[in-house]
């Protein structure tokens, strides 16, 4: 590519809305341009990048067994009513209207539409396991689009879902993919960690999401620094420490006029926040159900979804504080409160020497106990998680960081096959549901949170595998005509090897050219300068260590052999 | 690929939908499958056709100097308003409304988008000419889909746009991408012809399509048996053969009670219906013109468009009748009508001899001479051609096909450019808009038209450019120790050259084998039945011309290995 006559329109200043450095640098080296709220073009060097990212997943999916389809976009909105998701999804799917007045959405994923490809096409146990993957677009109307590509609306996916004949076949078939994404992963030169997490509007029972560590991610992960333990936060387990103890004196009620807060409270009470009971009033399919925590933590919504076992919940508002005048809101608390289910936090179980609302407005309690002043409904893991808790499972300490979800696997289990009848016949002839798993990648966001890993204050710094091309030539003076002769010999060479790289042809300045190049981020850069002039050799520069070696025009080329033969080894 | 753990679904049933070949036979092949009305999958065999088109595509893209990128699928209701299409598109784009209430259209095409990104990002002499081209999903809200790929509502494009200084640069540009369909449709082992056609809602004067000859083709192509004349029928010009002669006797009014259709008036006077004088009422932006045409001929409403100078017009319907009340349907005729615009095609200049209604109820008028007795305010090419006229080139005889359009090609001039402003700075710094073209390629629709040109009653038969893969080894008893090593033989020696392939190792009769082989359309395949156990060769069927040779391992690899480098070749 001439870079003359290459549209990289790369750009001075960051674009206002940028508030990340992927964002900006993408921007700002010409890859993509925003079109609207979550939505951008792909520009040449943008889309080659995307199109290494998909040939990387491509044979590692292959690799693997699956199949690429491809799934439409439009989805019926009938298929979706099988599922339940059609309005479980809500606002974030983008729905519309066809002329015939019939009712569509744009998928923000396929379980839906393979699962009816399938149940409509396999039917013997000997046709399975069957994996099946696509890379597509895929819309999510985010109520707040931002970050670039790392929340847009409309995005590049791969999805795969797999069918086995039972729980085995699939948890085999989970594997062969986590390990698969792994490769993916670190073939894309990132760092990364699979946590377990959430399973979401997706269901199943497990999952793990592949995280990319970033100062920016909107992820965080809670991980052992002793085990393998690590979770995404919102899950992450830890081990109590055991119950505070108290001195068995009885309970006291004290005034504590105009304190609400646990802040206030505790304050006044001359207590560790830890020694209060936090009382959360929850409306659980209209029925309220008390949860206690400790003072200093906060509830986790995720976990309570799963101890509900219901999505239909919400803390209290103004309107069922009225409808529940007996709970008292400020005052809430477990002792003496009647007609409630209560649930509490693990680590207050035979609590003493704590402190809660007195269910009576400016008074709390305080040496309540645990067992002794109140029980409760039933004990679980309601919190979250925080830097330098316990490991559950080693007792190590855990650590918090942030990442960038660029993966997720989920176990389906029958979640799609049982409310859509996709079943096949067994060798007994007996009608069973397929198991079925199901895995994404998003595209368009990994390449985003490479640029995270992957980058400096003077632009992107791509790794080999996925950079638009593996070298620019620059020229430094391109109208000296031995310094052109040297740049276009070394650009033929390069093109008879069958690499398609950058040659910087335009009539610029030496400052301008090793500003963009280093905003463009292309792992070797062969500089002709003065040097050049001399000695008859290109100064190779390596962008991610600053390296610079001087090389005559064979030397260049092993040089690049030998780092693309290296990708390879890694196919 | 080994096919016991391909999907590649096969079905003994046509759908009951599907009125030709190529829907047929795709579903039955299993290569695609309808989701709704015009929505479809595309399995893994299909998807490899379609990968093979999109590369053919981007080899020819690029080598003509385009640059390929990737614009959203959803596009703001904002930039569709500056090009006034927003309005124009109507109900064959699907819209939709975001959770901000914000419109937004399904690109059926990119024109605006385009247009924007350039806009915003040249300004310049010197970055021009500049080329774009992308493939990606494209929805057309069809008001009647059918015929599986060939007019589906979701289907991928390959869309390009190019910007030049001025005309002769994007004549320049249009030619290139002239010669660069024609190698792509070639290359894709269709015969095609390129036809001058309308510009539609796309816009601009100058307008091919590049049509596939076929039986099922919903267009119809005029064009020269001696010369290279060929255009859609909706714009073929013929030339007129002097009109026709009269004998001077003076008008006479004639009775025809009950007559009103040109069959029943020319019948009752004894006259060819040529003799006829056809008179079309329309209204224009609401106007009444008059629209003379002969007897045996149909007026062309694309022609008819162009003469108006709007899209804006319809035949009278009864509403018009009433409004104009002089006007006596059935019986209008342009002798002593006044007060209204009348154009004729060009036939009737001069054409004496002829018929018309009276404007008086159940009266016609003959020995009408246009002249002599009435006036018109303009001659035009109003009709359609037809099978046997002559042509305007070269004045040969003009033939008639039916065709399907895979490709078309556009110069739009500034009809984008000015409206929304693109512009750039000349050599002298004058401010000037860029000249732009545009161009399609149904990229499904391709290979609906593939299947068209190459099927018999069997099944597919793929050209080798675009086939899902090259060699079909069917091994007749896949449990047979000699042959299933035999077959595994070849197909590692595939593979080991790269070569993807299809081995039938299912336990199957091998006249399901066959029938399958047959349907699927792979056209090399390499049969082991039992000759194999008295002579050790395959016998080397090509399913295009059922020729079938013995070959041994080596002989089949090099047959292969020669075709595959024809292929190269084309390149």
């Known amino acids: 590519m001439r870079q003359s006559q290459t549209f990289i329109p790369t750009l001075k200043e960051s674009p206002a809305d940028a508030e990340i450095a992927s964002h900006r640098l993408l921007v ?128 590049l996916m791969k999805d795969g879902y797999s069918f086995d004949r039972d729980t085995d076949g699939m948890v085999r078939t989970y594997e062969l993919m986590y390990e698969a994404y792994g490769r993916v992963f670190t073939r894309s030169g990132c760092t990364w960690r699979a946590v377990e ?49 108290g001195e068995g004196q009885a309970v006291e009620k004290v005034s504590t006029p105009d304190k609400r807060t646990i802040e206030e409270v505790s304050g006044f009470l001359g207590l560790e926040p830890e020694r209060m009971i936090k009382c959360l009033m929850f409306l659980v399919e209209d029925r309220p159900i008390a949860v206690l925590v400790p003072g200093d933590r906060e509830a986790n919504e995720v976990k309570l979804e799963r101890i509900f076992s219901t999505d239909e919940f919400r803390l209290f508002n103004e309107e069922d504080w009225k409808r529940f005048p007996h709970m008292l809101q400020g005052f809430v608390g477990p002792v003496g409160m009647e007609g409630v289910e209560i649930i509490a936090d693990s680590a207050l179980e035979g609590a003493a020497g704590m402190a809660c609302g007195a269910n009576e407005v400016d008074y709390h309690l305080r040496n309540v106990e645990q067992g002794r002043d109140f029980g409760v409904q039933g004990f679980a893991d309601v919190t979250f998680a925080r830097e330098g808790d316990t490991c559950p499972r080693c007792g190590g300490i855990l650590k918090v960081e942030e990442g960038i979800e660029v993966g997720q696997v989920f176990q389906l289990g029958d979640r799609y096959s049982h409310p859509m009848g996709c079943c096949y016949d067994d060798e007994n002839g007996n009608s069973r549901p397929m198991i079925m798993g199901t895995y994404g990648i998003g595209v368009t966001r990994l390449m985003a949170a490479i640029v995270e890993q992957h980058h ?65 981020g292309i792992p070797y850069r062969a500089v002709i300068g003065k040097g050049y002039l001399e000695d008859g050799k290109y100064e190779l520069q390596v962008r991610a260590t600053g390296e610079k070696i001087k090389a005559d025009l064979e030397s260049v080329l092993d040089h690049l052999q030998e780092a693309l033969d290296s990708l390879r080894d890694e196919d």
Chains 1, 2 share one sequence.
């Open 456 to 520: 400096d204050e003077r632009g992107i710094i791509w790794p080999l595998s996925v950079a638009p091309c593996p070298l620019h030539i620059l020229p430094l003076d391109y109208e000296e005509e031995r310094r052109k002769e040297a740049a276009e010999e070394l650009y033929r060479s390069c093109r008879n090897r069958g690499w398609e790289i950058l040659l910087d042809d335009r009539m610029e300045r030496a400052g301008v050219k090793f500003a963009d190049a280093d905003l463009l």
């Open 28 to 155: 700002r080296a010409g890859f993509i341009r925003k079109v609207a709220s979550g939505i951008y073009d792909f520009l040449p060097l943008g889309l080659r990048v995307v199109q290494k990212i998909e040939g990387i997943i491509r044979q590692e999916m292959n690799r693997a067994g699956a199949q690429e389809v491809q799934l439409p976009i439009m989805q019926p909105r009938e298929i979706w009513e099988e599922s339940g998701r059609w309005s479980k999804y809500g606002p974030e799917m983008m729905r519309l209207v066809d002329r015939a007045e019939r009712d569509f959405g744009l998928g923000p994923t396929h379980e839906e539409i393979i699962t009816d490809l399938v149940r409509s096409n396999v039917s013997s146990y000997r046709e399975l396991p069957l994996n099946l993957y696509q890379i597509g677009t895929k819309f999510r109307d985010e109520i707040r689009p931002r970050f670039g590509l790392l929340r847009a609306r409309e995005f």
């Open 197 to 245: 997490a959430d399973t979401g509007l997706i269901g199943g029972d497990i999952s793990h999401e592949f995280m990319v560590p970033a100062e920016v991610g909107e992820d965080s992960i809670a991980f052992c620094g002793e085990c393998s333990y690590a979770a995404n936060l919102e899950l992450a387990a830890y081990s109590r420490r055991g119950p505070l103890q």
